[in-house]
């Protein structure tokens, strides 16, 4: 829950330089966890959650800004 309210109160800049960076940590641990295990395995799980949390805000946002433009 405090993650997403941290998502929303970001601007959408914000929100896409986040999913850069998330998604560039993302493989990077992936890489690093095949050549040899993370000591947190788990952190890979809630990176890929960020992502879609990004993405799903980022939608949102999508569609209330066309639904203003449609009326």
Partial sequence: MKNELV????????????LDTERA???K???T?????????NKIKESRKTIARC????RAREIAEQKQNNQ
């Avoid at 998502?7 to 986040?18: G, Q, R, S």
């Avoid at 966890?33 to 395995?41: D, K, Q, R």
Wanted: proline share 6%; charged share 25%; net charge negative.
């Fill in 7 to 18: 998502l929303k109160e970001l601007t959408t800049a914000e929100l896409k330089e986040k």
């Fill in 25 to 27: 940590m993302y493989q």
């Fill in 29 to 31: 641990m992936l890489m």
């Fill in 33 to 41: 966890h095949a050549v040899s295990p993370l000591e947190n395995p």
């Fill in 55 to 58: 993405l799903t805000e980022l």
